[in-house]
C-alpha cells in the first residue's frame, strides 16, 4: 500500500488524458483558427484593406493556441512524470520497509480521494456560407431605373448616377461568416476551459498534499484563462458584425439617396421632352439635376464613411493581435512543488535511497512561466 | 485564489473603443441622411414642373400617354407625383418611356450649360471627384497588400 497521498495509477491515467487532450482537443484550435478565422480569399474590393489583418491576426492567435496546447500537453506529461516519480519514491519506501518489516497489503494505490472520470468537450469548427452578392438585391431595383436617364444627369452635371455605390466594393456578409468562425474558437476556448477547470477538480479528489495544490491552483489558473482568453475572439467577432452591419447599412442609404438623385433626374428628363414638345424645359431639368446634386454629394460622403469604418475596424484587429500575449495562464508553481520534493527527497533519503530522479521532480514547476508559456520553459515539452 | 489572467473587458474596450467612435459617427450620419431623405420624399413635384408638364400636354406634338395623364391629373384621379412614383399604371409607364426616348433623342448631343452646385451640396463637406481618387488608390495599394498575402 502507497504511504503516498496519491493515487499513482489514476494521476498517470489523468497526466495521459492531459496531454492527450492537449494535443487533439485543444490542438485542432490553432488549426481552426487559422483556416477558418483566418480566410480571406473570398474578400475583394473595399476587404482588401482589412483582410490582411484579419489573416494575420489568425495566424498570430492560431500560434498562439498551438503554443496553449502544448502547454496542456506539457502539463499531462508533467503529470504522468510526476506519477512515475511517485512510483519510484514509493517502491523505494516499500524496499526499505522491508528490511526491517513484513510489507502487508496489496500493491493497489489507496483511494483518498472522489476524483471523478476524465471528461471532455468536443467543439467542432466549421465554415460557414456566405451570401454570394448580397449588393445586387439591395441595388437590382435602382439599376433598371437609371440605365434611362443617366445620360441626362451627365450631360448636366459631369458624374454618373451610380459612380459613389460603384465604389463601395465587397462583400460584407464574408465579415459575418468570418465572425462566426471566430465564435467557433471562442466556443472552443470555453470548453477547453470548462474541461481543465473540471478535469483538475477531479485530480485534486486523488492527490492530496503541498504539490497537488500547487497543481489545483496551476489548474484553476490555466481553466480560468482559457475562459479569459474566450473574450478576445468574441470580441474580434463583434468588431467585424460591426464592420459588416455599418457597411450594409451605409450601403442601403447610398442605394436611397441615389434613388433619390434618379426620381429628381426623371423628371428633368421630362422637362427635356417637355422642352422638345412645347419649347420650354431645358431650365427645369438643369434645375432639377442641380438639386439631384445634394443626394449625390451625399452619397459621395458614405463611400467615406465605408473607407473610414472599415479603417476603423482593421486597427482594431490589428490591436487584438497585441492581446495575444497579455494572459499568463499559470505562474509560480516551483516553490510549492519544491517543498513537497524536498519532503520526498528527505522521506527517501533518510531511509538510504536517494534515487536520481528525484533531484529534478517540478515537472509542473517548469510550466508556463510567461504568458503561455510553457512550451518555452523547460521541462514540458 | 484570484485567476491569473487580468479581465480582459478593460483591454478589449480600449481596442474597441476607435471603432465604437466610428461606428456612432456612422450613426449620426445615418440619422441626417434619413432626415434628408424623409424632407425630400415629402416633396411635390412643384408648380414649375406641373405647369410645364399641362403645357406639354397641350402640345400637339405630346404623346398620347402624356395627354390621357394629363386629363386624369386635372379629373383628380391621380397627381403627377403619382407619375414620378411609378404609380400611375400603364399610361404612366407609357408616358415615362416615351418622355425619355424623347428627351435622348433630341438632347443626347445637344449642348447644355452644367448645373450648378448648390452651396447645400458644398456643405456636404466633400468633393466627389477626390473621393472617387482616394478611393482608386486606396483599392489600388489595398489588392496588393492583401495579394502579398497570398503570393509572399
Known amino acids: 500500500m502507497s504511504e503516498l497521498q496519491v493515487e499513482i495509477a489514476r494521476l498517470r491515467a489523468f497526466g495521459a488524458h492531459f496531454h492527450t487532450f492537449g494535443v487533439g482537443n485543444v490542438g485542432a484550435t490553432g488549426q481552426a483558427t487559422r483556416v477558418e478565422a483566418g480566410q480571406t480569399a473570398d474578400m475583394d474590393g473595399l476587404l482588401d484593406i482589412i483582410a490582411p489583418a484579419i489573416h494575420e491576426t489568425a495566424l498570430v492567435f492560431g500560434d498562439h493556441y498551438d503554443d496553449v496546447a502544448k502547454v496542456v500537453a506539457g502539463t499531462g506529461a508533467a503529470l504522468v512524470r510526476t506519477a512515475d516519480d511517485y512510483a519510484k519514491v514509493d517502491h523505494a519506501v516499500a524496499r526499505a520497509m522491508d528490511k526491517e518489516a513484513v510489507s502487508v497489503g496489496s500493491q493497489t494505490d489507496a483511494a483518498i480521494g472522489s476524483g471523478g472520470p476524465w471528461s471532455e468537450h468536443q467543439v467542432p469548427a466549421s465554415y460557414h456560407d456566405i451570401d454570394p452578392d448580397p449588393a445586387r438585391r439591395i441595388r437590382g431595383g435602382m439599376d433598371a431605373d437609371v440605365r434611362a436617364i443617366d445620360w441626362v444627369f451627365h450631360k448636366f452635371t459631369g458624374h454618373h448616377i451610380t459612380e459613389p455605390i460603384d465604389a463601395i466594393v465587397g462583400n460584407w456578409t464574408t465579415l459575418t461568416a468570418r465572425g462566426e468562425s471566430w465564435a467557433d474558437v471562442s466556443r472552443m476556448l470555453r470548453a477547453h476551459g470548462d474541461d481543465v477547470l473540471a478535469n483538475t477538480a477531479n485530480v485534486d479528489g486523488i492527490w492530496d498534499g503541498v504539490a497537488a495544490t500547487s497543481f489545483h491552483e496551476y489548474g484553476v489558473r490555466l481553466g480560468n484563462g482559457l475562459h479569459a482568453e474566450s473574450e478576445v475572439p468574441l470580441a474580434i467577432q463583434h468588431a467585424l458584425d460591426q464592420l459588416a452591419e455599418k457597411w450594409e447599412s451605409l450601403y442601403k442609404q447610398c442605394v436611397s439617396l441615389l434613388e433619390s438623385v434618379i426620381h429628381d433626374v426623371e423628371i428633368g428628363a421630362v422637362a427635356l421632352a417637355a422642352g422638345w414638345w412645347c419649347g420650354v424645359g431645358e431650365a427645369v431639368a438643369a434645375k432639377k439635376c442641380e438639386e439631384a446634386l445634394v443626394a449625390f454629394y451625399r452619397a459621395y460622403k458614405i463611400v467615406m464613411l465605408v473607407k473610414h469604418v472599415i479603417t476603423a475596424a482593421d486597427l482594431a484587429v490589428k490591436g487584438f493581435q497585441k492581446l495575444a500575449d497579455l494572459y499568463h495562464l499559470a505562474t509560480h508553481v516551483p516553490e510549492a512543488v519544491d517543498l513537497e520534493i524536498t519532503k520526498l527527497t528527505d522521506l527517501v533519503g533518510a531511509l538510504g535511497s536517494t534515487p536520481e530522479h528525484l533531484d529534478n521532480l517540478s515537472h509542473l514547476g517548469d510550466t508556463p512561466m510567461t504568458a503561455y508559456g510553457g512550451p518555452r520553459a523547460p521541462g514540458i515539452a | ?152
Open chain 2, 1 to 152: 485564489m484570484p485567476p491569473a489572467s487580468p479581465d480582459p473587458r478593460a483591454a478589449i474596450d480600449a481596442v474597441l473603443e476607435p471603432l465604437r467612435e466610428e461606428t456612432e459617427r456612422i450613426g449620426r450620419e445615418l440619422a441626417s441622411n434619413s432626415a434628408f431623405l424623409e424632407v425630400r420624399r415629402s416633396r411635390c413635384v412643384g408648380p414649375e414642373t406641373r405647369d410645364l408638364l399641362s403645357l406639354a400636354a397641350d402640345s400637339p406634338s405630346a404623346p398620347d400617354s402624356l395627354r390621357r395623364l394629363a386629363r386624369q391629373v386635372v379629373a383628380g384621379e391621380l397627381t403627377w407625383d403619382d407619375v414620378f412614383a411609378h404609380r400611375a399604371g400603364p399610361d404612366g409607364t407609357a408616358f415615362l418611356s416615351d418622355a425619355f426616348a424623347t428627351a435622348q433623342d433630341h438632347f443626347a448631343d445637344a449642348r447644355v450649360p452644367p448645373a450648378t452646385v448648390s452651396d447645400e451640396a458644398l456643405d456636404v463637406g466633400i468633393d466627389p471627384d477626390e473621393v472617387a481618387a482616394d478611393i482608386a488608390r486606396t483599392r489600388a495599394e489595398a489588392r496588393a497588400a492583401h495579394d502579398e498575402v497570398f503570393r509572399p
